[in-house]
Nanobody, 126 residues
């Protein structure tokens, strides 16, 4: 069992930056691939970014590529999402998730992820 707790959300103006954190605990939590997803009001949850357990590969949704960076510190069992140049359309609840395996051609499906955090709200005002 892996427990995930997100933090770092808040209310910011367009163009600002935020860094989200996802603290993992539980058995071998550092050996999981990790992903970030988001869900805006009235919309389906969507993939944002993912990172392999070694941190050697990262993947991004086209909508955030070049603005968001996912990283991890396995010594701290923490995954980060650095979000720069935020836009109002980035407003959503952001959740982290853990997957036993992700693949170079299959990393953004929710069904890959076994454990989920509760989420943290990010609101970007125009």
């Amino acid at each position: 069992q892996v427990q995930l707790v997100e933090s770092g959300g808040g209310l910011v103006q367009a163009g600002a930056s935020l860094r989200l954190s996802c603290a993992a605990s539980g058995r071998t939590s550092s050996s999981y691939a990790m992903g970030w997803f988001r869900q805006a009001p009235g919309k389906e949850r969507e993939f944002v970014a993912a990172i392999t357990w070694t941190g050697g590969s990262t993947y991004y949704a086209d909508s955030v590529k070049g603005r968001f960076t996912i990283s991890r510190d396995n010594a701290k069992n923490t995954v980060y999402l650095q979000m720069n140049s935020l836009k109002p359309e980035d407003t959503a609840v952001y959740s982290c998730a853990a997957a036993a395996l992700i693949y170079y051609n299959n990393y953004n499906g929710e069904s890959l992820y076994d454990y989920w955090g509760q989420g943290t709200q990010v609101t970007v005002s125009s």
